[in-house]
């Protein structure tokens, strides 16, 4: 049992620990994210449509 309850007062004090990011951090990084997955989408989007031109004009 002694074992259980430090266990729970050691993750206690680590909660007490965290650091959350602000609502601006958290807006920007979120931001960017799409943007980059929008730039992603885009470069396999052209990627694909250029190889499948090449493999219907090879065959």
């Not at 007062?9 to 931001?31: C, G, H, L, M, Q």
């Not at 997955?37 to 499948?52: E, H, Q, R, W, Y």
């Amino acid at each position: 049992m002694k074992k259980i309850l430090g266990y729970i007062k050691s993750v206690r004090s680590e909660w007490f620990k965290i650091v959350w990011p602000s609502r601006d951090t958290v807006i920007r990084a979120t931001i960017m994210i799409l943007v980059f997955s929008g730039l992603a989408a885009l470069f396999f989007f052209v990627v694909d449509s250029i190889l499948n031109a090449l493999v219907g004009w090879v065959f």
